[in-house]
Nanobody
């Protein structure tokens, strides 16, 4: 089992930045790939980014490429999502997830955090 807890969400103006953290406990964090997803009201869960176990490979959704950066610190059992140039349409609940393989599909991730709210005002 891996327990994940997100933090760092909040209210920010358009054009601003936030850094989300995902603290992991339980099984060794470095054994899992990590993904970030978001879900806005009335919309399906959306893939944002994924990062390999070592952190050497990352993949991004087109909607966030160039604005968001995923990273991880295995020594701290923590993953991060740096979000820059935020837009009102980025408003959503953001979730981190852990799984066995780098993938854009939510169903490929076994463990999920509860999520953190990000609200971007115009």
């Amino acid at each position: 089992q891996v327990q994940l807890v997100e933090s760092g969400g909040g209210l920010v103006q358009a054009g601003g930045s936030l850094r989300l953290s995902c603290a992991a406990s339980g099984r060794t964090f470095s054994n899992n790939v990590m993904g970030w997803f978001r879900q806005a009201p009335g919309k399906e869960r959306e893939f944002l980014a994924t990062i390999s176990r070592s952190g050497s490979f990352a993949n991004y959704a087109d909607s966030v490429k160039g604005r968001f950066t995923v990273s991880r610190d295995n020594a701290k059992n923590t993953g991060y999502l740096q979000m820059n140039s935020l837009k009102p349409e980025d408003t959503a609940v953001y979730h981190c997830a852990a799984g066995r393989s780098v993938d854009t599909r939510a169903e490929r991730y076994e463990y999920w955090g509860q999520g953190t709210q990000v609200t971007v005002s115009s």
